[in-house]
Nanobody
Framework: QVQVVESGGGLVQPGGSLRLSCAVSGNIFSINAMGWYRQAPGKQREWVAHITSGGTTNYGDSVKGRFTISRDNAKNTAYLQMNGLKSEDTAVYYC?????????WGQGTQVSVSS
């Protein structure tokens, strides 16, 4: 049994910052890539960022330069530092973890950007 749990969402004003966490637990030997996605109301799920086990990162064009993905392999946890938030960043943010034989997803955490 593997669990992926996101946390850190909330309401923030435009221009503000939030840091999301994604903790993976359970019967795992190692975690390969981890990723963040988001889904706004009425829209398809959008890829946000990705980090490999070695720390190589990639970002979607809409967040490049504002968001930073990182991970702590000892804690099986990934983070998403979000700066310069805009109203269009409002969405449910989901994390996934590739443990080799399967990709597990969390339940999501709501991020709302509004004045």
């Amino acid at each position: 049994q593997v669990q992926v749990v996101e946390s850190g969402g909330g309401l923030v004003q435009p221009g503000g910052s939030l840091r999301l966490s994604c903790a993976v637990s359970g019967n795992i030997f190692s975690i390969n890539a981890m990723g963040w996605y988001r889904q706004a109301p009425g829209k398809q799920r959008e890829w946000v960022a990705h980090i490999t086990s070695g720390g190589t990162t990639n970002y979607g064009d809409s967040v490049k330069g504002r968001f930073t993905i990182s991970r702590d392999n000892a804690k099986n946890t990934a983070y998403l530092q979000m700066n310069g938030l805009k109203s269009e960043d409002t969405a449910v943010y989901y994390c996934n973890a590739d443990v080799g034989w399967y990709v597990y997803w969390g339940q999501g955490t709501q991020v709302s950007v509004s004045s």
